[in-house]
């Protein structure tokens, strides 16, 4: 089983817009940079045999090139239809499965991307979800790759499973308190802050003096 995991990140410059009360814009940018890496270094240690990139960024080809990871410009904007094109060029380039998790779950492990894999390593058509904390999703592993429309967004979980259900193609479940930390507000930042995983994230948030940060007046 040949395995892509396709990682899709904003434009650096427009990145966790929603941070914004308590990370100046290039904080923001160099936190979404910091939690790139982290996912990057996850999948490297894992199991999958090929990662690519998502974005439009010139900066992130950078982030890619260091990494020694592929890259891939969509031409279309938005995540979902990203998405369906970098799954449609990892079927050309031999992909039978792929997983997509987004860029911004730093505390994503080896063991979760392998655990998610091996649960997906069976005959026959099959989905692995693993949920966000808020009804997202932070991980979907399909294979073939194209079983599924991108859904991802508000409430993707349940519209992942109601799509592969009415398609009659087998589900299984990979719950993990790292990967459903995906990081969009003050809450999802001091989770990171008190996590006792030490990556770039964590320690660009201790450089950037978080603990003692006030919320911006806007």
Sequence with gaps: MVVFAIVPVKRLGVSKRRLSKFLSPQERKLLTIAMLEDVLKALKSSIVHEIVVVSSDPNVRMIADKFGVSLFSPSHNGLNPAVEEATAWCMRNQADSVLVVPADIPLLSSMDVNKIVELGNCNGSIVVLSPSNNGGTN?????????????????????????????????RFHYSTSIALDVDCEEDLLKLFESPIANNSKRFLEEAGFASKEPKKT
């Design 139 to 171: 991980a979907i592993f399909q294979k073939p790759p194209d079983l599924l429309f991108a859904h991802f967004g508000y409430r993707s979980f349940a519209r992942y499973f109601r799509q592969a259900r009415s398609k009659g193609i087998s589900i």
